[in-house]
């Protein structure tokens, strides 16, 4: 049997925004735009965001 969430537990905007910077950061790490100096640190916001969500549906 599969756990039921509620739906405001499925959608975050407030996360989603997080993971778009994230991503926006990554990228513009990977094509070298130097105004964005640590574009890396997109990767440990990924996975502090997945520690997050994961304990929570724990």
């Known amino acids: 049997m599969t756990a039921q969430f ?8 407030d996360i989603e925004g997080l993971r ?15 105004a964005l100096p640590g574009g890396f640190t997109g990767v440990d916001i990924f996975f502090v965001i ?3 969500l994961i304990t929570r549906h724990l």
């Not at 509620?6 to 905007?13: D, G, H, I, L, T």
């Not at 778009?20 to 130097?34: M, P």
């Open 20 to 34: 778009a910077l994230a991503v926006a950061g990554v990228i513009a790490f990977h094509f070298g735009l130097t």
């Open 50 to 52: 997945s520690g997050y």
């Open 6 to 13: 509620p739906a405001s537990a499925s959608f975050r905007p």
